[in-house]
């Protein structure tokens, strides 16, 4: 296995950070189960009940970490979960506990297909 350098640990110890709160963690298991479609602002704001500017600073934080996407379609922004970053950082996480001392065995992980 490839050693992780350090710039790649601060862009994962980043991306945690960024989930590390309890909107953007809602935030994203929602837009992971709208993926790959992902949702507009506004139905993300109803479904959670966020205020538009905190929910706009929310998605902002996700976005800058490269944990969501964002596009426009006309007069709307569309947030989708990124798939292909979270599995970069789960399968950071789980790396160790696999190889090293088995911790959890390697076929009980569940892998994105693409």
């Known amino acids: 296995m490839a050693k992780t350098s350090v710039a790649q640990v601060a862009r994962y110890a980043d991306m945690l950070s960024a989930m590390g ?7 994203m298991r929602l ?20 205020a538009g500017s905190t929910l706009s600073h929310h998605l ?12 426009r379609e006309g007069t709307f922004l ?13 399968t950071f996480l789980y790396a160790e506990c696999c190889t090293r001392n ?10 994105l297909r693409k």
């Not at 902002?60 to 596009?71: A, I």
């Not at 088995?102 to 992980?109: H, K, L, N, Q, S």
């Open 78 to 90: 569309r947030y989708a979960a990124n798939a292909e970053s979270l599995q970069e950082l789960l």
């Open 21 to 27: 709160t309890e909107p953007r963690l809602r935030i």
């Open 31 to 50: 837009l992971l189960s709208a993926h790959p479609e992902g949702m507009v602002v506004g139905e993300i704001q109803t479904e959670l009940g966020i």
């Open 102 to 111: 088995r911790a959890i065995a390697p076929e009980t992980i569940v892998q």
């Open 60 to 71: 902002d934080k996700l976005k800058n970490e490269d944990l969501v996407t964002m596009r």
